[in-house]
């Protein structure tokens, strides 16, 4: 808290005029971090585009939002004390786009387990590339979205299976 209180200029005790503690603060750093997370799956996923770009700016939005808040980004999802953990209701808001999105391909009792494998998916590279882990080259964004176009293919071919008619796509 005193280093906060130096960089804006002030003395410690006035920081406590706005948040009641260090944990306060914390949380609501979550919870405008989870708002602005949410807010740009929204506009990547409620975009008029076919559903597998949908996806993909999904991807990129997120991995955005992981590379223009290294701090935030472990802080939201990163090992916390119960008093820090987001509000379930503001992580179902940042969630609603995915599962929006998903629920026009898959059928409606497997859009939680397919909107956490493509959170997973997009959530590990986010985290991998934030922390400098792909040192073995390649190209690792490529393989993100190849990897995103796998589970589409894979989602898509179910739901012709099935017979549930999928929305228009773009070619593979």
């Known amino acids: 808290m005193r ?3 130096r960089r804006l200029g002030v003395r410690a005790p006035s920081l406590y005029l706005y948040v009641e503690s260090r944990e306060d603060l914390l949380l609501r750093l979550i919870e405008s971090g989870v708002a602005k997370l949410g807010a740009g799956q929204a506009a990547a996923f409620g975009a008029a585009l076919p559903i597998r770009q949908r996806f993909h700016e999904g991807g990129r939005a997120y991995t955005s939002f992981a590379n223009e808040n290294p701090h935030l980004f472990p802080l939201i999802f990163g ?6 953990r987001m509000d379930p209701d503001d992580a179902a808001a940042a969630s609603r786009p995915l599962l929006d999105a998903i629920a026009e391909i898959v059928a409606p009792g497997d859009v939680l387990d397919v909107s956490q494998a493509f959170w997973s998916l997009v959530h590990g590279y986010a985290t991998l590339a ?3 882990q792909f040192v073995m080259g390649g190209n690792p964004e ?14 898509l071919a179910d739901a012709a299976v099935t017979r549930r008619a999928p929305v228009a796509i773009l070619p593979a």
Do not use: F, V
Not at 79 to 84: A, H, L
Not at 144 to 155: E, G, T
């Open 79 to 84: 090992p916390c004390p119960d008093e820090r």
């Open 142 to 155: 490529a393989a993100l979205h190849r990897a995103i176009d796998l589970l589409l293919d894979a989602l």
């Open 3 to 5: 280093e906060l209180a």
């Open 130 to 132: 934030l922390n400098g």
